[in-house]
């Protein structure tokens, strides 16, 4: 994953590059139906959800993987397109897939539809910009050493300053925040 995130290409899911355990108790939590995919909501209502189409029945993405097809398959049984399932929480698991639509206005994406990094966690092309849980660093103890990194690059970079300026993009806006 790394040698993808330096060369600016799109990150591939921790899941399916270092792929998931056949431990006992997973494999028993979905042989009981509790760790099932019933497919993508199409549509989040008050108490319910909406499911749309499966895309199909292959394991596909971005990255290396041993094979297209699903280590294990119990674990794919979506609906019928339409169906609504009443619902009390929405567990969303993304396999660590970074979500940074709302970064869009800085420009980061390289031309092979990553963001190119020079290190672990700084930007190539904006070295103000530190993504922490990105690329090779997409997992918990990757995340926690990330966050330690970008805090000593954040004050190596302030120094003595008594205050650095912030720039967001909050979601949903075209142009960054300069606080």
Do not use: K
Request: aromatic residues 6%.
């Amino acid at each position: 994953m790394r040698e993808r995130t330096f060369a600016g290409q799109p990150t591939a899911s921790v899941v399916r590059t270092t792929g998931i355990p056949l431990w006992p108790p997973y494999v028993d939590g979905v042989e009981r139906g509790l760790l099932v995919s019933r497919g993508m909501i199409d549509r989040i209502l008050p108490d319910r959800v909406r499911l749309g189409a499966p895309a199909g029945d292959r394991a596909e993405g971005l990255g290396p993987a041993a094979t297209d097809r699903l280590v294990l398959p119990a674990s794919w049984r979506p609906f019928p397109p339409g169906h609504e399932e009443p619902v009390d929480v929405i567990f969303w698991n993304t396999g660590f897939r970074p979500a940074m639509r709302h970064l869009a206005p800085l420009r980061l994406r390289a031309a092979g539809g990553g963001v190119r990094m020079a290190d672990e966690v700084t930007v190539a092309d904006d070295d103000r910009v530190y993504l922490v849980g990105y690329g090779s660093t997409a997992s918990t103890v990757g995340a926690t050493r990330a966050g330690r990194l970008a805090g000593r690059l954040v004050a190596e970079r302030c120094g003595d300053q008594p205050s650095a300026t912030l720039m967001t993009v909050p979601p949903g806006a075209t142009e960054p925040v300069v606080t």
